[in-house]
Each structure stands twice: as structure tokens, then as C-alpha cells.
């Protein structure tokens, strides 16, 4: 749900605030959200195969930590560079949410539709609940001020990851044992 609430946060303000903060006026702020949807899909992709080589929990706890590194780029560094800022986070929160999709599907193997349902639909929906706090906040103080808390929200996810364990890899499904004629020896 953390890393919903950045990306939504992410989504619905950083076209205004990289206008603020470059000067660059509306094709600053389309190119920024051009750049962080671009950031995803390359986090999506990237995260398969070090998760195959390292395991998909060393891999999310890694993307969130350079995803606050990352989101703090995008609220405090000045200038083009925060195109890069941009670009990373999204990366980072994407590697992450591609990974806690099929670890919730293998935590809940004989439950996957409500593992996908809390994976992709209860955690997005919070970050569309959480953008008009965010939208708030900046109302009455600075659109600045309203990004800074999503820095902190990568680390509350890094430490929530601190007691998980690897899924153990699912077993053959009933279909696959009935067809390989293995119901009946049990």
C-alpha cells in the first residue's frame, strides 16, 4: 500500500512539480510523466532476473531502498536532473510491485484470486485514497512539502519486508497430479 501511495502521488503531482521546480512550463511536466511511466515498464522488466538469481524478497527489499533514495532525488535535487530522479523511482517501485504480486500469489497458493485482489486492487486503491491527502496538503502548504512524506514511505515498506521469508515454490497443481496419475497413490 506504501508503494501505491508514491506511485499515485507520483503519477498525479509530478508534472506540476517538475514545471515548479524546472521552469521548463507544460512540456517539462509532460516529459516527466512521460519519463516516470517510461521508468516503470523498465522496472517491470528488470526485476525478473535478478529475483531468479537472488530471490524475489532480496530484490524488493533492495528496489525499495534505492526507491527512497530516488524519491528524495525527485522532491530535493534541483534542475533536468530530476528527470533521472524521476525515471529511478518508478523503476524502483515497479520492480517492487511486479515481485509482490506473484510472492502474494505463493503465499496464498490455494488462494491466488485473493492474493491478486489484495496485491493489485487493494493496495492500488489505496494510493487513489491516499493522492487527495497528498493534493491537500499541498493546498495549504507547498507542493514540496506535500511530495516529501512519499520519501519515507519506501523505508516503512523496507521494514515491513524485515520478518518475510521466500514463499516455498508451489507444488504441482490437482490437474497436473491427476494427470500425471498421482491422485489415487494418496
Same mark, same amino acid.
Given at each position: ?58 530484490? @524488493? ?5 534505492? +526507491?527512497? *533514495?530516488?524519491? $528524495?532525488?525527485?522532491? #530535493? !535535487?534541483?534542475? &533536468? %536532473? =530530476? ?50 491527502? @497528498? ?5 495549504? +502548504?507547498? *507542493?514540496?512539502? $506535500?511530495?516529501?512524506? #512519499? !520519501?519515507?514511505? &519506501? %523505508? =516503512? ?30
Amino acid at each position: 500500500m506504501c508503494r501505491s501511495i508514491v506511485f499515485v502521488g507520483l503519477s498525479a503531482f509530478v508534472s506540476l512539480y517538475v514545471r515548479e521546480r524546472t521552469g521548463g512550463g507544460e512540456a517539462a511536466g509532460t516529459a516527466a510523466l512521460f519519463v516516470l511511466h517510461l521508468g516503470g515498464a523498465a522496472g517491470t522488466v528488470a526485476g525478473g532476473r535478478p529475483a531468479d538469481r537472488y530471490g524475489r524478497l532480496a530484490v @524488493v527489499r533492495r528496489s525499495y531502498v534505492l +526507491t527512497v *533514495l530516488a524519491v $528524495a532525488g525527485v522532491v #530535493l !535535487v534541483p534542475g &533536468p %536532473a =530530476v528527470y533521472l530522479c524521476v525515471t529511478l523511482a518508478s523503476a524502483g517501485l515497479y520492480v517492487s510491485f511486479s515481485l509482490h504480486i506473484t510472492l502474494g500469489q505463493d503465499y496464498l497458493p490455494r488462494r491466488v484470486g485473493t492474493a491478486s485482489g489484495v496485491t493489485l486492487g487493494l493496495a492500488v486503491s489505496v494510493g487513489g485514497i491516499a493522492a487527495p491527502a @497528498v493534493g491537500a496538503l499541498a493546498d495549504v +502548504t507547498s *507542493l514540496q512539502l $506535500a511530495l516529501l512524506p #512519499l !520519501v519515507a514511505l &519506501p %523505508a =516503512v515498506d523496507r521494514l515491513l519486508l524485515v520478518g518475510l521469508r521466500e514463499p516455498a515454490p508451489p507444488g504441482p497443481s490437482a490437474a497436473a497430479r491427476t494427470a500425471a496419475g498421482d491422485v489415487g497413490a494418496r
